[in-house]
């Protein structure tokens, strides 16, 4: 694989990075010349792209044990010398839940992973970025913005990311970090596929996930891949920002009620 020098000779942690978003992230950074170190707590699937892909590093790592965290991040510095990028990428879509069908314990759990693993990697990791006057992208989501149906503690989760990103941006400022997050609409994935699987009518879901797009289609995990470069690379007047990366669907209007919903329309003049 060609690499480019966009971002040559920096170092980068991408947490969740073994598949999926995750995984076009490291292809990214991996094509733009950066040494890349991949977290996942699933060995198989971390190992096999640190062996596809020069220049990687995996590291067994499960961001919601503050150990596995600090092992990550000093093991990374001390094999690298230094630290510029993180991403947190690390989370979870649970299935679709009505509220009343959701658990407090359930919502716990997703926060310790999709909010405070992010929270746990960027603090461990802010010593060293400081050094290196890096940069932190958190991967967030399109619907931390603008909600979704059957989903109310991975939007809470979410929200929580982009809102956390632009505090952080704000404390780290006075040292040059820049604190950033991508939003991801429909991007297809393993894990877009798994939903879907469970679906009712799996072929009906993927039109309508494609068809939510103006663009015509779902994103591929390099469209976020080529996202984050640009924000680690060369956004440098940029942070606290939120950068969509949804393919236009947050845009115009579009049939919004929920089947079922009471729906009261206007009277046409005769």
Request: charged letters at 15%; proline letters at 6%; aromatic letters at 6%.
């Amino acid at each position: 694989m060609a690499t480019g020098t966009r971002y040559a000779g920096k170092v980068v942690v991408v947490t969740g990075g073994g598949r999926g978003i995750g995984a076009g992230i490291v292809r990214a950074f991996v094509q733009s010349g950066a040494q890349v170190v991949i977290c996942d707590k699933d060995e198989s699937r971390g190992r096999a792209l640190e062996q596809a892909l020069a220049g990687t590093l995996f590291i067994l790592c499960d961001v919601t044990r503050e150990e596995d965290v600090r092992t990550l991040i000093s093991e990374t510095v001390c094999r690298f010398g230094r630290l510029d990028c993180v991403v947190n990428n690390a989370g979870y879509h649970p299935p679709p839940q009505w509220p009343e069908e959701t658990s407090a314990q359930g919502f716990r759990q997703l926060l310790e992973l999709n909010l405070l693993g992010t929270y746990t990697v960027t603090k461990l990791a802010l010593p060293h970025l400081r050094k290196s006057q890096g940069n932190v992208i958190n991967i967030s989501s399109l619907v931390g913005a603008i909600g979704q149906v059957q989903a109310v503690p991975y939007v809470a989760t979410k929200g929580a990311v982009t809102a956390m990103t632009k505090a952080l941006a704000l404390d780290e400022s006075q040292y040059g970090v820049r604190v950033n997050c991508i939003s991801p609409g429909n991007i297809w994935t393993p894990l877009w596929e798994e939903l879907t699987a469970s679906t009712p009518d799996p072929t009906a879901t993927v039109q309508e996930g494609t068809l939510a797009q103006p663009l015509g289609r779902m994103g591929q995990p390099a469209d976020v891949g080529a996202a984050a470069v640009f924000l680690a690379s060369e956004a440098n007047f940029c942070t606290g920002i939120e950068l969509l990366v949804s393919g236009g669907a947050e845009l115009g209007y579009g049939r919004k009620a929920i089947p079922g919903t009471p729906v009261e329309l206007p009277t046409i003049p005769s």
